[in-house]
């Protein structure tokens, strides 16, 4: 295995984690067991932990002594990076109301503020949200109802419920 392999595979990391997950998430349901979001992240990241040994070794075994030590180091705290990465990025997903609000926005065109207390309660949760997207530009209030003023975050949102949904959540 060559080096740019080697970093290819790290930098994969990821995308496999992803697959991971949504793989142990299906085989839990299909146990007819609950399935805990952040419990079944957290377990892919240690189950992918030796699936990235396994998947180094080849270029690992053709190193020796100093060279072979820093190869594993640098290994080992890339896939820590990636892999707190993705638990967090997947986190995300789980616990951002304000990525929620953009979705709700987005299918729904318009909504007022009662209808996002309604979805969201206590309505203070949602006046700090507001108030937040609207400062970031990220949405505009007009007459007492908000509207999407920007799509980047939005962007980012569909591509969480896009992950979502490949994982079984939506």
Sequence with gaps: MSRGQFLVVLGSAPAWLWLLHASLLRAIRALGRPASAQGSAF??????????????????????????AAAL????????????????????????????????????????????ERLYPPLSQIDVRLERLVAMGQIEERGGRYRLKSRLLWLVGVCVEAWRGFLGFV
């Design 73 to 116: 180091a640098y290994a080992a705290v890339v896939y820590a990076c990636l892999a707190y990465f993705y638990f967090h990025l997947f986190n995300l997903g789980e616990t951002s109301r304000r990525l929620r609000i953009l979705m709700v926005l987005y299918q729904r065109g318009e909504v007022s503020s009662a209808q996002l």
């Design 43 to 68: 377990a892919s990241l240690a189950l992918g932990a030796p699936l990235c040994a396994t998947a180094c070794a080849p270029f690992l075994r053709q190193l020796q002594g100093q060279a072979f």
